[in-house]
Nanobody, 115 residues
């Protein structure tokens, strides 16, 4: 089992920055293959934002490339999402996701970007 707890969401003006954090815990954290972030805006499907593999290979959604950076600290079982140049269309609930042989999800943190 893996438990994921997100933090760092909030309200920010367009052009601003936020840093999301996700703390992973549980008996199988050492089996995490990829860990990352998804988001879901109202009325839309959940979509991948970014993830990072155990070999530190990263993948980003085209819409966030060049603005968001994902990183992980395995010693602390943490993953971070640095979000710069935020746009109103980035407004969503952001979920931490970890994949071992199954998917684990956090509760989500709201990010709201105002004009």
């Amino acid at each position: 089992q893996v438990q994921l707890v997100e933090s760092g969401g909030g309200l920010v003006q367009a052009g601003g920055s936020l840093r999301l954090s996700c703390a992973a815990s549980g008996s199988t954290t050492e089996n995490i293959n990829t860990i990352g972030w998804y988001r879901q805006a109202p009325g839309k499907q959940r979509e991948l934002v970014a993830h990072i593999s155990i070999l530190n290979a990263t993948k980003y959604a085209d819409s966030v490339k060049g603005r968001f950076t994902i990183s992980r600290d395995d010693a602390k079982n943490m993953v971070y999402l640095q979000m710069n140049s935020l746009k109103p269309e980035d407004t969503a609930v952001y979920y931490c996701n970890a994949f071992t042989v199954v998917d684990y999800w956090g509760q989500g943190t709201q990010v709201t970007v105002s004009l």
